[in-house]
């Protein structure tokens, strides 16, 4: 048993990104007892970025675990515990409530949940070991870095053709991948796209293989047309949209109302149907994903529940809204 097994936090958030940390900040700030479960800086999707440029606040360019380290601190000297775990379980009913980690069960009497979305685990080869290194999952935060290369783009639905629209503005060539001939957009914005002088489509392509020594230099691809035979090109930076990014929730084991697409319905505080417990950042699939919006939901978030824990909280969840 490690040290926080006795404790009962007034506010415990699970994950460690820009949301959860920036809930920790002020809900730390708060004067609360808060418990970060985080299993570490470049486990999340802004900890595998390797430049932001962005951040307001922050000039010039920043790694995202730089930054993330910077929140981690701040929350620190006002009071919040890092715990290096990971959640499997929770009972987010009972008083106090739990959750249950690989190294020890934390309790708590509010929760906030920043555990992201990126649950996929059919990566593409190459994928996870280039990812910060050309790899990424956000044009918006990282198009810049591509001026004048060549990158692709990997998906089929409408945040892939509206990124791969993005990019257009700052790559040389966007190559855009699809595994099939169907994309989840309406005609009109297929051909946009596919009308940019700068883009070339490979719809009904299998990308096989993200490769490079390290850093994305290039993939490997099959169109479906043409069976096994295997076709390559060469680009700099691969954005991926698959499906399998979805927000990582299994661990609530339904306890929590979701939407269709497996994300967490709050309310305009980001409370959850369970009062006290809260949801932010990629989880509740903001759709524009970036670290500042999530910082804002953090910081909403940790509000509303030092309220709620203070008894300031209204008669009624103002949920749906």
């Excluded at 004048?148 to 990124?163: F, H, L, P």
Aim: charged share 20%; hydrophobic share 40%.
């Amino acid at each position: 048993m490690t040290e926080f097994s006795e404790n009962i936090y007034d506010v415990l958030i699970i994950g460690g990104g820009p949301a959860g940390a920036t809930a920790a900040i002020y809900a730390a700030r708060a004067g609360l007892k808060v418990g970060i479960l985080d299993k570490g800086l470049t486990t999340g999707a802004l900890g595998t970025t390797s430049k932001i440029a962005n951040y307001p606040g922050i000039e010039g360019e920043i790694a995202g675990a730089e930054l993330l380290q910077i929140m981690r601190k701040q929350a620190q000297a006002f009071g919040a515990e890092f715990i290096n775990d990971k959640a499997i379980g929770t009972d987010l009913i009972s008083e106090p409530r739990s959750v249950f980690g690989n190294f020890n069960v934390y309790n708590a009497r509010s929760i906030i949940i920043a555990t992201g979305s990126m649950g996929r685990s059919n990566l593409i080869k190459g994928e996870a070991e280039l990812l910060g290194r050309g790899v990424s999952y956000c044009a918006v935060c990282d198009a810049a870095f591509f001026k004048g290369k060549d990158v692709a783009v990997i998906g089929k639905s409408d945040e892939a053709v509206e990124e791969a629209s993005y990019l257009t503005r700052f790559a040389k060539t966007v190559h855009f991948f699809a595994p099939g001939t169907e994309i989840n957009v309406s005609e009109s914005e297929l051909a946009e796209l596919s009308r940019k002088p700068n883009v070339v489509m490979h719809l009904g392509s299998m990308v096989r293989e993200i490769y490079g020594e390290n850093k994305v230099e290039g993939l490997r691809f099959i169109r479906r047309e043409s069976g096994s035979v295997e076709e390559s090109v060469a680009i700099e930076g691969a954005f991926v949209y698959l499906q399998g990014g979805k927000p990582i929730t299994d661990f609530l084991q339904g306890q929590l109302e979701v939407s269709e697409l497996g994300c967490l319905q709050v309310d305009r505080e980001n409370q959850t149907n369970i009062p006290g417990v809260y949801a932010i950042g990629d989880v509740i699939c903001v759709h524009v994903k970036q670290a500042v919006i999530a910082a804002g939901d953090g910081a909403i978030a940790a509000i509303a529940a030092e309220k709620w824990l203070r008894g300031k909280s209204k008669a009624r969840v103002d949920w749906g809204k």
